[in-house]
């Protein structure tokens, strides 16, 4: 399912002129934030001193609706900043939370820093490799599950661990691994 | 000295982050006190009491507040620093968790002290649980009437960088930007979020301020050292029997933490290394545990208290494969503005790297030594010394270990008797 599958029938709030920063004309981006989300938009905006420091959150709210960050949503997203495209660019890629291609319904992010290590995370990550079929970094062919191994989730007392879309799960033994993916539909 | 739970002591009770749980045990007193004190006064409190920061760089607290300029007219700012990151580290997550009031009320004090009537939380991305937890206080807070009467919180989530720890990082990336440092000064005491005079503290800092107000400075003075008051939250974590989160005096010893709250090592059950204060601190070999937890103490003793995160060693433990794992994650981390930082942290983790696979060659230890000197201290921030950190002390202090590994003693050291002996005599 890509993201824009899911913008079907959203309101075409903006009530901008297809221009960019500079003024100059462009076609009209292919995605759009509902009313209620523009609405959102503007509440965010609205809690600094400058709205330009509500971009993360609503990058944020971007990946949530449209499933991962494509140019055309860092086009879509700068447009209500008047931010340029580059800049919004710069920022979507240095972050490792957002996604810049299709990403599987559920993300298993494992712990792979000196704690979950000292209790055994390269296992763990082979077992998620081997019951996956994909490699780290890739996500499963019927597109349920991204795998990631990523940096301290600083939760290192539950080592080893991972992150599984906004959960954290501890403690993880091949078997319990088994019983979570299983529950990822 | 180890006996008072003061930031935790609520931790056992399932409701512990609620308001009502937060009213019952004295919850918000400290902030009516304080509403009766010049904001100097609440200054001159904090700075008596010897607190100092817990966010890694152990900076006297009321000493940086003192900081923002006296005559300064427009907006300033209160930051708090949640975006926990630093390898073995855990408290601020507890924290959040589990007594988000003491942070809302902290945040209402210290925002008294340098006339800030808007604070920013900044919580890691990955955070969601906390985030929420937090969040929820924030709105009864305002529900009670604590917040908007002159100051406001806003709640704000980070995207995944472990650079946003570090305060201009934070800030630049609070502003809506990438997570890029500046070169201090100017300090963010003097120009920082916005353009304005902004205190950077950590969540855990800020927690300690309601007891001080209540109890007093010399009351939190006395629970620590000369130079350090109070107690902390130390992460434990690594091949020990109960890992988990300890409130102890900064003046326990590493050895006590180990063995006694952390009921000792496990694995083969003798102790080969420490790292003492987060993946950034130096590493101390079994027999340097001797030192107490303390800013200077650790100072004294080679490496930092940092976050205070404890990660423990046992014997079977490859220091080459630790660092490869800890190198991997400043390689990784890096934001790439610096050239020493952004060119080192990836040559040295792929030589390490070849090291443990057995491909190392013989002056590639003397290579990453020399290129770690260098660059220290040369860059805009403190992440390479951090990084710097590790890199020298692992292979100084095991470099037997290492050397094992580049004459082709294996891909792997694994506790072998010939690597112990190698070790034994680095
Ligand atoms: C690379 C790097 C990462 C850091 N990460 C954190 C962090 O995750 N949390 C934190 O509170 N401080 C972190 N710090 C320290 C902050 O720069 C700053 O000193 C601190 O937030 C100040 O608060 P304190 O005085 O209350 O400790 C980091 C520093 C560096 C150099
Ligand atoms: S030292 Fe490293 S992390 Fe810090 S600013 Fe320079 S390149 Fe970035
Ligand atoms: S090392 Fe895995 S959570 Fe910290």
Redesign the pocket.
Known sequence: MSGRDRTDGATRASSRPPTDHAGLEVPAPTVAFSAEQLGEVRRLQGLYPDRRAALLPVLHLAQETFGYISLEVERYVAGLFDLTPAHVHEVVTFYTMFFRAPKGRHVVAVCHNLSCHLAGAPAIVAHLQGRLGIHVGETTADGRVTLQSVECLCACEHAPMMQVDDRYEFGLTPEKVDRILEGLR | MTAEKILTRNFERADSHTLTAYLETGGYTAWQKAQTLPPAAITEEVKQSNL????????P?GT?WSFIPKNHTGPVYLVI??????PG?FK?RYLLERDPHALIEGMLIAARAIRSATGFVYV?GEYVEPYRRFSTAVSEAYDAGYLGKGFDVVVHRGAGA??C??????ISSLEGKKGW?KLKPPFPAIKGAFGAPTI???????CHVPHIITRGAGWFASLGTKTQGGTRMYSVSGRVRRPGVYEASVAITLRRLIDELADGVTGNGRLKAVVPGGA?AAILRADEIDVTMDVDGLRNAGTMAG?AGVIVMDETVSIPEALMVVARFYAHESCGQCTPCRESTGWIYKMVRRIVEGRGRKDDLDTILDVARRGAGTTI???YD?AVGPYISYIEKFRGEFEALIDGAGARVVATPASRAATAHA
């Open positions: 100092r920061g817990l966010g890694g760089a152990g900076f607290t940086k620093n949640a975006d926990e990151g630093e580290t601020d890691r472990y650079i720890g570090e305060e201009t990082g934070l440092p950077v503290n950590n969540v855990e800092t800020i950034s976050s921030c403190a992440f951090g």
